[in-house]
C-alpha cells in the first residue's frame, strides 16, 4: 500500500505561483510514475503532468511553459506553478501508479483570484 500526501495549496493572484508537494508513505518500492492530475468544480478529473523514475516528464497542453513537475527522491514528488491563472483553480490531486496500480491522494485546493 502506498498513502500519498499532498500540500501547498492556497490562495493567489493571478500571475502568482505555487508549490505543490506530495509525500509518499507506505511500500514505496516500485513507484515507477507520480503525477499531477486537478478537477475543478463542475468538471471531470484532468491530466496535469507526471514524471518516471527514469525522469521523463509529461504535461498537459494547458499547462506546458508554466506548470514543473520534479521528483527530488523517491518519496517525493512536487509541481511548480508560475503564471497562474483563475483556470488554473482546482484540487490538485497527487497519483501514483505501482505495478499497474494507482494511489491516490485526497487533494490539495489551488484557487486562483482575477
Known amino acids: 500500500q502506498v498513502q500519498l500526501a499532498e500540500s501547498g495549496g492556497g490562495l493567489v493572484q493571478a500571475g502568482g505561483s505555487l508549490r505543490l508537494s506530495c509525500e509518499a508513505s507506505g511500500i514505496i518500492s516500485g513507484i515507477n510514475l507520480m503525477g499531477w492530475y486537478r478537477q475543478a468544480p463542475g468538471n471531470q478529473r484532468e491530466f496535469v503532468a507526471s514524471?518516471?523514475?527514469?525522469?521523463?516528464t509529461n504535461y498537459a497542453d494547458s499547462v506546458k511553459g508554466r506548470f514543473t513537475i520534479a521528483r527530488p527522491n523517491a518519496k517525493k514528488v512536487v509541481l511548480q506553478m508560475i503564471s497562474l491563472k483563475p483556470e488554473d483553480t482546482a484540487v490538485y490531486y497527487c497519483?501514483?501508479?505501482?505495478?499497474?496500480?494507482?494511489?491516490w491522494g485526497k487533494g490539495t485546493l489551488v484557487t486562483v483570484s482575477s
Open positions: 497519483k501514483s501508479t505501482k505495478y499497474g496500480v494507482d494511489y
Open positions: 514524471i518516471t523514475s527514469g525522469s521523463n
